[in-house]
């Protein structure tokens, strides 16, 4: 099991820039991919990035390359987001989340937080 709490959250200006994080705790060891993934009012939750535990490689939704960073501590027990150039788009609860050992795909994210607002306004 792997517990997951985010934070950093906040209503921000567009062009403003947030950094998200999330503390994980439990057998994080066993996760082969940690992640974000956020969800708007009216839609569907999707992959924001993920990072590979073991290795470090990252990916992105087109949406936010060039923009987002994900990043992780060498203890890997702290995951990060950093998003800069924010636009209104970019508003929604934001979701740390982790996988299992078995894989990386995004529907292979099994572990989540409760999430975190980020609030853009234009």
């Known amino acids: 099991q792997v517990q997951l709490v985010e934070s950093g959250g906040d209503s921000v200006q567009a062009g403003g820039s947030l950094r998200l994080s999330c503390a994980a705790s439990?057998?994080?060891?066993?996760?082969?991919?940690m992640g974000w993934f956020r969800q708007a009012p009216g839609k569907e939750r999707e992959g924001v990035a993920r990072?590979?535990?073991?290795?470090?490689?990252?990916s992105y939704a087109d949406s936010v390359k060039g923009r987002f960073t994900i990043s992780q501590n060498s203890a890997k027990n702290t995951l990060y987001l950093q998003m800069n150039s924010l636009n209104p788009e970019d508003t929604a609860m934001y979701y740390c989340?982790?996988?299992?050992?078995?894989?990386?795909?995004?529907?292979?994210?099994?572990?989540w937080g409760q999430g975190t607002q980020v609030t853009v306004s234009s």
């Open positions: 990072i590979y535990t073991y290795g470090g490689s990252t």
């Open positions: 439990g057998e994080v060891y066993s996760s082969a991919c």
């Open positions: 989340a982790a996988t299992t050992w078995t894989g990386c795909q995004w529907s292979d994210f099994s572990y």
